[in-house]
Each structure stands twice: as C-alpha cells, then as structure tokens.
C-alpha cells in the first residue's frame, strides 16, 4: 500500500501543471504505450450534465450482456481507483502502481520531447486505456473530462459519441454562451461516426446537429427516438415503461431518481441501439432491462439513510441544483428541507441556492477538505439572502444536528454542492461506491 501511496502522490504531483486543453501531449503519450485506445471499441460520452449517470447505465448493460467493459469517469469521490473500471470493478491498487510507473516514463519522454510536462488527467486517461488493453477489454465508457473538442479522452476513435445536455459551465475554458459551449462538446463528434444527442437546450441542439451534418455524422435524437412513462418512483428510484422506435422494453427499474434520469435513461439506450446498428452488437431487451437496474453511480442523489432521509447529491452548478431541487419535489411529498452545502470557490453560489427557494427551511454550511474550499461567509450569504436560517459548522456536526431536526420537523436532509462534500459524505458514513 505504501508503495501505492507514493506512486499516486507522483501522479497527484502533476496537478500542479493545471489544466492544459489539447492533444498533441496525450497523443504523444498513447504514441509511446503503442496505441492502446485502438484495441477496443469506445462510446465517448460529453455533457455538462447527466454525462456519468449515461455512462454507468451503458456500462451495466453492457456488462448484463455479457460483454467485458471499461469505464472511465472523474471525478473520483473518495479514492483515484473509481475513475477505472473493468467489468464493474475497480482497478486494483497493485495495478494502479505500476500502470503509474509506466505513465511516468512515457510522461518523462514526451516532456523532453515537447518541452511540455503532461498533465494529472493527461497521464490518467492514458493509463486508463493501457489498463483496458492489459485486461481484454472489448468496450470502453469513456467521459470526457472538461468540454470535449480539446478533452485528453478526445484522443480515440469512437464507435459512437454521447452528449448530454448542456448548460453554462466551465466559462473560462469553454466559452461565455451556451452555443460556444455546445461548439467544444460537439468536438467528440468524429467524421462519419453516430451522435447520440440526448434532451437539451435547443441553441445547443442546433449546434450540435449542424456539427454532425458537417462531419456527415449520422443524427440521433434520443427525445425523438424513446418514449419513457414513470409507473411509479420514490427517493431510491423508480419504475418506468420505455418504447423506442425499433423495440419494446415493457417496464424496467431505474434505480436513480428524478426527471433527469429519466432524460438520461433515453440517452443511454438510444446509445445503446445505435451502438448495435454500428457494432453489430445485438442486446435483448431483458439483457437491457436487467442492466438499467443494475445501474450505480455514487453521490447522485444518493439515499444514504431513510429515517429521516439523508441524500447526498454532488450538484455544484444552478443548472445541476435545478435538477436536484426538481427532484426534491417530486419525491419529498412536500417535506421541509435542509441542506448541507460546501462548494468550491469558482462556483455560482447564488445561482446554485436560487434553485431551492421556499422548499429549503435551514441551511448549514460546511468547509470542504480542499484548498479550492468556498468561505464560509460567502455561502452564509446566499443562503441568507433567500430566507433561510443559516448555520455554519463542521460536516459531522452539521449531520447530527440536521438529522435531529429534520425527525423534528418530519424533513428531508440533502448534503450537496460539491463531489468533494460527497465523497467527503461517503467516507464519513463508510459507503464505498
């Protein structure tokens, strides 16, 4: 383990490079492994929002069908193992160490060469493709980092892109507007290969579709392709009926809550579908259906506890809090709530609190164990301006009291604002995802 330890404090190390949008160094790197993104296929899925939940749910169908899978996601919540995955499971720590010592020779070369160093998630993605080819991996789920056009992952080829909606993120690297931010995730879309588009913004879905008739990328709608009615749904899921135009699925259980997963349950098997058109893949829909609910993606809308209910969801943008309060709705039954938040100090924190309105009762505000860690007083403030009481204390603290007054009061608890505070959450109650 401790060899682990200093290998991933190496890899850590390279954060300090910050981040660095383009190609030529990842290419460089996989160069120099031999190619590894070339020996499996790969679904490269884009988004601003709902990205991952897409990913985990095309994973775990493909895993249900019998097919050996790489995943590839970021961030991690609690340890760097999460981001790579084979076959549902993790990538071991002894793997990790070496996949890490191979990186940094490579890393070293290609610094030499380009007179540049190569970033923490540069390295990462490159070790995660050495590590699919190591294990036969025949597929890959592959998320993009940050954007998409200049993202380290767009160095593959994919079978088929993905992208989720979009909203406004990341601004300083991806543009001030919501069609200059669709432009950079439009960049995934690779000439003659399938888009998937899943339920957004119309200004980005024009971009999107103009992209992919200038790349003569055949266009999937996935709005336009799928048809989900909810039978039935609560805090820990729900049960939906889904059509598409090419089968019948009958009802399947969607163990993620709210209308968003609902969209992205239309992404994900629209993928799915195309997948087989292009890969000659042929999924039965009990193989579907047994996948979808499967399906786990940690500190997204996570029940943590149901008396009284703890939730821990990662949202840390308005776009993902409006998400997250919508979801609050449907499924509290109208009960007062109380929010958890830490955040990062680049985010929108009025935007963000904007979101809950007159749902939210109290409000207690915790640090992050990060040096990008939002003050105290600045979340005070949001809060305040809304109407809500505002406390500020530790995390444990915070739980303790919330869960005492929400069994008071009959109320929901949600810890959000960050995938730190979550992953923060998960170690704490020892939930491993």
Known sequence: MGDNSKALERLYSRQAFGIKPGLEVIENLL??????????????????????????????????????????????????????????????????????????????????????????????????????????????VVEVGLGGRLDATNAIMPLVSVITRVSLEHMLYLGKDIESIAFEKAGIIKQGRPVVCGATDEKALEVIRRISKERASPFFNAAENVSVRVVSGDMSGQKVNVETSGASYGTMKLPLAGAHQVENLSTAITALEVLGDVAGISIEPDRVKAGIGETRWAGRFQLLGKDPPLIVDGAH?????????????????????????????????????????????????????????????????????????????????????????ARNVSGVVCVTGSLFLAGEMLEMRSCKP
């Open 31 to 140: 160069k120099k492994l031999g190619n590894p993104e070339r020996s499996f296929g790969v679904i490269h899925v884009a988004g601003t929002n709902g990205k991952g939940s897409v990913c985990a749910m095309i994973d775990s169908v493909l895993r249900a069908a019998g097919i050996t899978t790489g995943l590839y996601t970021s961030p991690h919540l609690i340890s760097f193992n999460e981001r790579i995955c084979v076959g549902g499971k993790q990538i071991e720590d002894s793997e990790l160490a070496e996949l890490i010592g191979e990186s940094e020779r490579v890393a070293e070369e290609v610094a030499r060469k380009l007179k540049r160093e190569p970033t923490f998630f540069e390295c990462a993605t490159a070790m995660a493709f050495q590590h699919f080819r190591k294990k036969g991996v025949k597929l890959a």
């Open 317 to 405: 943008n308005p776009g993902a809090a409006k998400v997250l309060a919508d979801t609050l709705g449907q499924v509290s039954g109208g009960k007062p709530v109380g929010l958890v938040v830490g955040m990062c100090g680049d985010k929108d924190v009025n935007g963000f609190m904007k979101s809950f309105g007159a749902m939210v009762k109290k409000l207690w505000v915790v640090p992050l164990k990060s040096d990008r860690n939002m003050p105290e007083g600045r979340i005070s403030s949001a809060g305040k301006v809304q109407g809500w009481d505002v406390a500020a204390t530790s995390l444990e603290k915070a739980i303790s009291d919330a869960e005492a007054w």
